[in-house]
């Protein structure tokens, strides 16, 4: 029998939920027929994600916790025995050159993207191989993990991290079932970055992509899907770069 797309029987776990991508990965997997958890700092704004949600038929429910604290996580813990899918979203980015970049914007995003993102892994995956049903875990990182851009160095080396954290936690993890793989997004419009995209800077960014255009956030629906279901089964410690072609567009 081929392995389908479908979700259904699965439950999925999404951190940085709150909004943004993560609210639309997990709106987008609910779709698909999966039980979704919602988590978060804050738990207003996850109450009215998880609204949105139940509005279009989905189901979820929310999860107030901080990713970057292993405590938390720990309390979290009876929540992760049926889930099937992670998706480590959670993230933040301090924008400055590199001479002025702070030291607690440093340590802000790497406890965020790098730390948050082996901690949720580990208190998931441990219930994965708990349970003994394998999982899918889908790191969130980027195509600035991969190459360089000015000013936000900090974020670029925390998806870097992000890239090599898939690859070793994948071979870890294999033998109990657990596949890792990552998305690596390019650019793609939100509606935190909406205005700078329509200023000058933001249109000569744009005609250097291939495709010409920005991605939009259903622009991953495809890849994440994938990487949820059983359809990728055999895929582990991958890279799915989702960017219109700008990290094969010239130098």
Sequence with gaps: MLPTFGL????????????????????????????????????????DVAGAIRETGGRCSTLALDVTDAASLAAAAPSFAQVDILVNNAGIVRESAFLEHDAADWDAVLDTNVKGMFLATQAVAGAMKAAG?????????????????????????????????TKVSALELARYGIRVNALAPGYIETDINREFWDS?????????????????????????????????????????EIDGGHLCSTL
């Design 8 to 47: 259904q029987g699965k439950t999925a776990f999404v951190t940085g939920a709150s909004g943004g991508l993560g609210a639309h990965f997990a709106a987008t997997l609910a779709s698909c027929g999966a039980e979704v958890i919602l988590g978060a700092r804050r738990a207003d704004a996850l109450a």
């Design 133 to 165: 049903r394998g999982g899918s875990v889908i790191n969130i990182a980027s195509i600035v993990g991969l190459r360089q851009s000015g000013n936000i160095v900090s974020y670029a080396v925390s998806k870097a991290a992000a890239i090599q954290l």
């Design 200 to 240: 000058d800077s933001g249109r000569a960014m744009i005609r250097r992509i291939p495709q010409r255009r920005l991605g939009q956030a259903n622009d991953l629906d495809g890849a994440l899907i994938l990487l949820a279901s059983d359809a990728s089964r055999y895929m582990t410690g991958a890279v799915i």
